[in-house]
Nanobody, 122 residues
Framework: QVQLVESGGGLVQAGGSLRLSCAAS????????MAWFRQAPGKVREFVAG???????IYADFVKGRFTISRDNAKNTVYLQMDSLKPEDTAVYYC????????????????WGQGTQVAVSS
C-alpha cells in the first residue's frame, strides 16, 4: 500500500503561483511513477503532469510552460509548481501513484490522495 497526502492548495489571483506537495508513505517511493490530476466541478478528472522515478516528465498541453513537476526521493515527496495560474486552473488537484507512468485513464493508477483545492480568481 502507498498512502498519499496532498497539501499546498489555496486561493490565488490570476497570474499568481502555488506549489502543491504530495507526501508518500508505505512503500519504496522511488519505485513508483507519480502524477497529478485535477477535477473541476462537473468535469471529468484529467491528467496534469507526471514524473517517473528517473525524473522523466510528461505534461498535459494546457500546462506546458506554466507547471513543473518534480520529486525528492529522500523526502518521499512530489511537487507541482504552478505559475501563471488562470481561472480555468481552478479544480481539486489529486496526487496519484503507480508502477507505470501514464496520462490515463485514472483507473490505471492504483493509489490516490484525498485532493487539495486550488481556486484562481480573475
Amino acid at each position: 500500500q502507498v498512502q498519499l497526502v496532498e497539501s499546498g492548495g489555496g486561493l490565488v489571483q490570476a497570474g499568481g503561483s502555488l506549489r502543491l506537495s504530495c507526501a508518500a508513505s508505505g512503500r519504496t517511493f522511488d519505485g513508483y511513477a507519480m502524477a497529478w490530476f485535477r477535477q473541476a466541478p462537473g468535469k471529468v478528472r484529467e491528467f496534469v503532469a507526471g514524473i517517473w522515478s528517473g525524473d522523466s516528465t510528461i505534461y498535459a498541453d494546457f500546462v506546458k510552460g506554466r507547471f513543473t513537476i518534480s520529486r525528492d526521493n529522500a523526502k518521499n515527496t512530489v511537487y507541482l509548481q504552478m505559475d501563471s495560474l488562470k481561472p480555468e486552473d481552478t479544480a481539486v488537484y489529486y496526487c496519484a501513484a503507480d508502477r507505470t507512468l501514464r496520462r490515463g485513464p485514472t483507473s490505471s493508477y492504483a493509489y490516490w490522495g484525498q485532493g487539495t483545492q486550488v481556486a484562481v480568481s480573475s
